[in-house]
């Protein structure tokens, strides 16, 4: 099958095994970043095409080592690794515009000693470093970057522009341990326990800096203490959907304001005793003007859209699937649809009416639909409406999401996929 010019595939399951296409493939345009070995102890990134140049320190830090490789494209840059005990491993990587940011460990006996590292994507070379972080975190997917600031509360203890490296938020902007966050209209919104127990989260909201060390947005903070298990919520504008966890003994959903913490409304749909099935999303309005309704899916096994402004039910309706709490998740792709993967079907609902229109196997969630930064929730892999879906565990499928899932191409690989593949 004709494989579409929209996209460029990069090497998928990159991160855990070694998948080799019993057929060749041209990458072109896009580069690729990938991890590799067991336990991610090294970290390579191919240049497909030349990146931005940046400017480096000129001196090597301590931590993983750089190795210099091809500018020749389609051959591998450069490398970052553990390769001896001089010379700390690779956790973790993300990738942010022109600059890699790197999680490893220092050199030294202390296992707690860490780092955070940014590199420019061209050539590796060190842009800045941080070195108070620890050598582990407990959710690696925790990091992300907003308005050019990179928010990582396992590793940092505050927000750092990610050009420069310069910290911009009050020391300490969370405390304890962060089951996520998310950022809506400037702000940053964190749910934790504040180092005490997890019945006792707090909810907190707190003005990003904007143009400097200024913030914007109301209050500059918020908080809501001995709040409940909310899931990571839905945003739109200044909006926040907040839906309990499981097992939560109240089980309403409340639309909140970000930045006063003001109740907007509740939703009383999923009845006294129903509850969220998986986090909520919001897919954009089907007039393209913008997210103007949440979606949620009930442990009913029914997909809820819901008014933003409103609170008012516009649909709702069964799924003729069997979700089951973490095994389903919830999300959408570049607006052309609703996606749900629930234990081995993947299905596709319009975001309009929230009718079932294409399904097809899939491998499962784990393998399928990678984290997404800031904790919480999981992802479908898309670009330009093109799905990217294990259709088995040797099988990579992509789908044309604007022609009702159609399958554009499938390719197999000669390994088992352990992780969700990447554009």
Same mark, same amino acid.
């Given at each position: 099958m004709a494989r579409p010019s929209m996209v460029d595939v990069s090497m998928p399951c990159s991160m855990t095994c070694s998948c080799r296409p019993d057929r060749p493939h041209t990458l072109t345009? &896009? +580069?690729?970043l990938t991890t590799s070995g067991a336990g991610l102890t090294g970290l390579a990134v191919w240049a497909v095409v030349r990146a931005p140049k940046a400017p480096g320190t000129g001196a090597e830090q301590d931590g993983p080592v750089l190795e210099a490789g091809s500018t020749h494209p389609g051959r591998e840059r450069w490398r970052l690794t553990g390769r001896d005990d001089r +010379?700390?491993?690779? #956790?973790? +990587?993300?990738? +942010? =515009?022109g600059t890699v940011l790197v999680h490893g460990a220092r050199p030294g006996p202390a296992a707690t000693q860490g780092l955070v590292r940014a590199v420019g994507a061209e050539g590796g070379a060190s842009l800045w470093q941080d070195d108070k972080a620890p050598a582990r975190a407990a959710h690696d997917s925790l990091w992300g970057v907003a308005s050019g600031l990179l928010i990582a509360p396992e590793l940092l203890d505050r927000v750092h522009d990610v050009r420069t490296g310069d910290p911009r938020l009050p020391q300490q902007p969370w405390r304890g341990t962060v089951k996520w966050f998310a950022v809506a209209d400037g702000r940053l919104v964190t749910l934790g326990d504040d180092g005490g127990s997890t019945d006792d989260r707090v909810l907190r909201s707190l003005a990003l800096p904007s143009g400097g060390s200024r913030a914007t947005g109301g209050p500059r903070t918020h908080e809501r203490e001995k709040t409940r298990d909310w899931r990571a919520p839905a945003v739109s504008g200044t909006r926040l959907l907040?839906? @309990?966890?499981? =097992?939560?003994l109240d089980p309403r959903v409340f639309c909140l304001d970000v930045a #006063?913490?003001?109740?907007?409304?509740?939703y009383p749909g999923l009845?006294?005793?129903?509850q969220s099935q998986a986090a909520p999303v919001t897919p954009p309005a089907p007039d393209g003007r913008g997210g103007e309704r949440f979606a949620l899916l009930s442990d009913a096994e029914e997909l809820h859209l819901i008014d933003v402004r409103t609170g008012d039910r516009l649909r709702n309706g069964p799924l003729s699937l069997t979700a089951g709490n973490g095994a389903t998740a919830l999300g959408h792709a570049a607006g052309t649809g609703l996606l749900v993967a629930a234990g081995e079907d993947l299905i596709g609902f319009s975001p309009d009416s929230g009718k079932r229109l294409w399904s097809h196997p899939t491998a !499962?969630?784990?393998? !399928?639909? @990678?984290?997404? @930064?800031? =904790? =919480? &929730?999981?992802?479908p892999v898309a670009r330009d409406g093109v799905l990217l879906s294990w259709l088995d565990a040797r099988t990579l499928q992509a789908l044309d999401l604007a022609d009702g899932g159609?399958?554009?191409w499938r390719t197999s690989f000669d390994a088992i996929a352990r992780c969700p593949p990447a554009i």
């Amino acid at each position: 099958m004709a494989r579409p010019s929209m996209v460029d595939v990069s090497m998928p399951c990159s991160m855990t095994c070694s998948c080799r296409p019993d057929r060749p493939h041209t990458l072109t345009r &896009r +580069a690729f970043l990938t991890t590799s070995g067991a336990g991610l102890t090294g970290l390579a990134v191919w240049a497909v095409v030349r990146a931005p140049k940046a400017p480096g320190t000129g001196a090597e830090q301590d931590g993983p080592v750089l190795e210099a490789g091809s500018t020749h494209p389609g051959r591998e840059r450069w490398r970052l690794t553990g390769r001896d005990d001089r +010379a700390g491993d690779v #956790t973790s +990587a993300l990738l +942010a =515009g022109g600059t890699v940011l790197v999680h490893g460990a220092r050199p030294g006996p202390a296992a707690t000693q860490g780092l955070v590292r940014a590199v420019g994507a061209e050539g590796g070379a060190s842009l800045w470093q941080d070195d108070k972080a620890p050598a582990r975190a407990a959710h690696d997917s925790l990091w992300g970057v907003a308005s050019g600031l990179l928010i990582a509360p396992e590793l940092l203890d505050r927000v750092h522009d990610v050009r420069t490296g310069d910290p911009r938020l009050p020391q300490q902007p969370w405390r304890g341990t962060v089951k996520w966050f998310a950022v809506a209209d400037g702000r940053l919104v964190t749910l934790g326990d504040d180092g005490g127990s997890t019945d006792d989260r707090v909810l907190r909201s707190l003005a990003l800096p904007s143009g400097g060390s200024r913030a914007t947005g109301g209050p500059r903070t918020h908080e809501r203490e001995k709040t409940r298990d909310w899931r990571a919520p839905a945003v739109s504008g200044t909006r926040l959907l907040l839906v @309990p966890d499981t =097992g939560a003994l109240d089980p309403r959903v409340f639309c909140l304001d970000v930045a #006063t913490g003001r109740e907007w409304w509740s939703y009383p749909g999923l009845g006294k005793t129903g509850q969220s099935q998986a986090a909520p999303v919001t897919p954009p309005a089907p007039d393209g003007r913008g997210g103007e309704r949440f979606a949620l899916l009930s442990d009913a096994e029914e997909l809820h859209l819901i008014d933003v402004r409103t609170g008012d039910r516009l649909r709702n309706g069964p799924l003729s699937l069997t979700a089951g709490n973490g095994a389903t998740a919830l999300g959408h792709a570049a607006g052309t649809g609703l996606l749900v993967a629930a234990g081995e079907d993947l299905i596709g609902f319009s975001p309009d009416s929230g009718k079932r229109l294409w399904s097809h196997p899939t491998a !499962g969630l784990d393998t !399928g639909w @990678p984290s997404l @930064p800031g =904790g =919480g &929730r999981r992802g479908p892999v898309a670009r330009d409406g093109v799905l990217l879906s294990w259709l088995d565990a040797r099988t990579l499928q992509a789908l044309d999401l604007a022609d009702g899932g159609r399958q554009l191409w499938r390719t197999s690989f000669d390994a088992i996929a352990r992780c969700p593949p990447a554009i």
